[in-house]
């Protein structure tokens, strides 16, 4: 079947480090995008990505970091200068004219 | 940017019905979404509406859509404590991307 797979379900991160979440889909999607929950807060875009090698800023980009090098994965890197990382993080894809598909989501803690 | 709006929380009794209600700024989205969350688990597609449409009904399902108001509603019938979940209003104003609501967190009691 096809959809959206994240990995880890469950990340811990120690204060400096940088740590990589996994996000790979098999629908042929075009867009893929990386949001990020916190309570009471809804989704808020980091960043997104329409095509293979391009990818463009959401609303909270800065700390962050992705690459797009082939269609089916988006990894997003939470870097040590995102100070707050604690979150529940959310990757979705979306074909032309089609709904968004999420994935079951990485939920990121600090130590 | 775009504002949308939702209560945080709703109670209802098993049976009733429940009606969730969304409010918006920029009226350009083509579709309007609703997304139900369970616990520690991504997001799910509930249903849409297509921005020339008032009124689409799926099985326990029905979105309203006033344009004039700006105000989209999700009513689900005959409530279950499966329905128990924090529901997401989204659109896409200017055709950029995904922007959600808070949530309305659902709390069904027996």
């Known amino acids: 079947d096809g959809g959206i797979t994240q990995s880890p379900k469950y990340l811990f991160r120690k204060e400096g480090q940088n740590v990589t979440l996994s996000c790979e889909q098999n629908l042929n999607h075009d867009a893929m995008y990386w949001y990020r929950q916190d309570p009471g807060q809804g989704l808020r875009l980091i960043y997104y990505s329409q095509i293979v090698n391009d990818f463009q800023k959401g609303d909270i980009a800065e700390g962050y970091s992705v690459s797009r090098e082939k269609k089916e994965s988006f990894p997003l890197t939470v870097t040590s200068a995102q100070k707050n990382p604690t979150a529940f993080y959310l990757c979705?894809?979306?074909?032309?004219?089609?709904?968004?598909?999420f994935g079951s989501g990485t939920r990121l803690t600090v130590v | 940017g775009e504002d949308v709006e939702q209560s945080l929380f709703l109670s209802v009794r098993e049976g009733d019905s429940s009606v969730i209600n969304c409010t918006y700024t920029d009226s350009s989205s083509t579709y309007l979404y609703w997304y139900k969350q369970e616990p520690g688990a991504g997001l799910q597609l509930l249903t849409y509406i297509f921005s020339n449409m008032d009124m689409k009904q799926d099985q326990r399902l029905t979105v309203l859509l006033n344009k004039k108001d700006k105000h989209l509603s999700l009513r689900i019938a005959d409530t279950q404590t499966g329905d128990s979940a924090i529901y997401f209003c989204?659109?896409?104003?200017?055709?950029?991307?995904?922007?959600f609501g808070k949530g309305t967190m659902l709390l069904v009691s027996p």
């Open positions: 989204a659109l896409t104003p200017g055709y950029s991307t995904l922007t």
């Open positions: 979705a894809s979306k074909k032309e004219n089609y709904g968004y598909t």
